[in-house]
């Protein structure tokens, strides 16, 4: 986005002490200092909470607009009567706010754009460099310095299947520079020979720096003359009577070849390209991205746009390339199954986001069609999969209203549950869900603060309680927070329920259901009892499907808190009381732990004790009896 930051320029809103307008009134004020470039103009609500996002070539024309309510649709008349504000950044170019506006919707996430929720990063293949025995691996994230990268993957299983054939084909290590330097033989990897053991120097730099540039030579596409000299190779081994080492070749070969089978998943005529296909039912979109690279499919996935019923595919279409590739970079071909709005300056916005051209393309012919409609009909079977699941969602949800006297169907339910041995590592965690299933990007975790008496459960979840909705504004009380839950669903019997109760009245939170789900005295599933406010303690028929779906939203809740329990828990195992001890690092503590056996031992041993071991002297020794022994 560099180009773009250099290009924002001055920004005009509400000035400070200014009196408070809103809606159309709000806007006329935004507009006398609006200029006619090309820009971004972001509308606010009450409490400076981004609305729209929007991009125009010219602000001034784009934003007056809104004042002709009556050809505006109802969406966008009430986005208008919310608005309080507006705030602007000019660019350079159409093309450039293009760019800026996919990037703000993407971070501020404002309630009337398409939104694409993608959390995910994706993974590499990743080459150090700098090292006389590079390392394969895949990344995630920032890239690292002095490292070579091919990707991106659609998720961790295609590119530990890449990783797995290339380890087969070119024997590369995947271990780090730590264990490489301990080895002191080779590893397993080595045995099934996927790996050629630089560790013990099985392998000579020269022959490895050989294994390297093929891989390279590989992973850039250039392959047909490397696999004709691997065969070359193998023959020649073979002439020699060096079986041994021909079938070593021949392995290496067996893999490459399988990396290379063509057809509508691996396409032999497509480069580097994405593959994406929208597809429309219901009011619903999903668009499946195929990542094709160096003619091999890194993967797809399936994605599930947020947008209003009336949006049109274009659009949609549009606002998803935008938002995909503003966080990675874009291939040098995007094949459609239809165009997107605008669709000559999408394409220079990402050819601008790449750096060079970016070609937007709806093949009509061959086998790139093939690809683009193998790409559209799993769009289709995907969205037909979750519109079927969502329907079955819809009758359980009613099914829930009507066993708790809801009011309406429940659209969030969060589930509560806490996790901790005798109190130690406790955790509580919150599990959300709705008419799209589980939303996981919405899971919270909460590390208890305390104090709190070991084992005390209602204590836990008091403070759970009041982290979750202890933080209301308490200037707009009487408005309702979007995030808020339909009915809150506690693993817990009575007194858990009291608890949460008491903590929601004590915060001034009434308009929320609770409702407490315990197992009965044999614990048995189908047999669970809930407690509900101004009812006696009931249970459900056991073949109940609304029981079935409760006892799942419960279930995933103490999944949840027991993973994280045990992440908390291992991340604490991992570490000790000499990390806290000054001048004591990685290596000094191995070294008190191998002398002595464990933390307990080290605080026994006297300070001639602890100069004994190598790396300490005399005053690291004091120190270190010091801090466990404090005068």
Known sequence: MSKVDEAAGTMAGKEEGETSREGVEAIREALRTIPLSPGVYRMLGAKGEVLYVGKALSLKKRVSSYLRLTQLPERLRRMVSLTHSME???????????????????????????????????????????????QITKQRGRPIKDATYWGPFASAWAVNQTLNLIQRSFLLRSCSDAVLSSRTRPCLLFQIRRCSAPCVERVTPSDYVALVDETKQFLSGKSTDLQQALVEEMERASEAMEFERAASIRDRIRGFSSMQESGIINPASIGDADIIALWQ??????????????????????????????????????????????????????????DPAELDLVSEALSLKRGRKVELL??????????????????????????????????????????????????????????????????????????EGFTKRAYRKFSIKGPVTPGD???????????????????????????????????????QFNAVRAVLEELN?????????????????????????????F??????????????????????????????????????????????GAVRKRALLNRFGSVRGVKGASIEELTTVAGINSEIARTIHTFFHPQ
């Open 362 to 435: 709806q093949p009509q012919r061959g086998e790139r069609r093939d690809v683009v409609r193998h790409a559209e009909t799993n769009a289709r079977e995907a969205l037909e999969r979750r519109l079927a699941e969502s329907a079955g969602v819809s009758k359980l949800l009613d099914g829930v209203a009507s066993v708790f006297n809801l009011e309406a169907p429940p659209q969030r339910i969060e589930t509560y549950d806490n996790s901790h041995i005798m109190g130690q590592h406790a955790y509580g965690v919150m599990v959300v869900a709705g008419r």
């Open 509 to 537: 939170v009434r308009d929320i259901p609770i409702v407490a789900i315990a197992k009965g005295p044999d614990r048995d599933a189908g047999r669970e009892w809930f407690f509900q406010e101004g009812r006696s303690p």
């Open 88 to 134: 602007i950044v000019t660019t350079r170019t159409e093309a450039e706010a293009l760019l800026l506006e996919a990037n703000y919707i993407k971070k501020m996430k404002p309630r009337f754009n398409i939104l694409l929720r993608d959390d995910k990063s994706y993974p590499w293949i990743m080459l150090t460099e700098g090292h006389v025995y590079p």
């Open 281 to 338: 039912q219901a009011g619903k979109t999903c668009l499946q991205v195929f990542f094709i690279r160096n003619s091999r499919n890194n993967g797809n996935r399936a994605f599930y746009p947020e947008h209003a019923e009336d949006d049109q595919a274009a659009d949609i279409l549009s606002a998803f390339l935008l938002q995909f590739y503003d966080d990675k970079p874009p291939p040098p071909q995007i094949l459609l199954n239809c």
């Open 457 to 495: 459960d209602f204590g836990m979840m008091r403070e759970v309680m009041e982290r979750r909705f202890g933080k209301r504004d308490t200037e707009m009380a009487e408005e309702r927070p979007q995030d808020w839950p339909d009915l809150l669903l506690i693993d817990g019997g009575l007194g």
């Open 539 to 584: 249970q459900l028929p056991p073949n109940d499907p609304v029981l079935y779906y409760l006892q799942r939203l419960r279930d995933e809740a103490h999944r949840f808190a027991i993973t994280t329990h045990r992440a908390g828990r291992s991340k604490a195992i991992r570490t000790s009381e000499l990390d806290a001890v000054p001048g004591i």
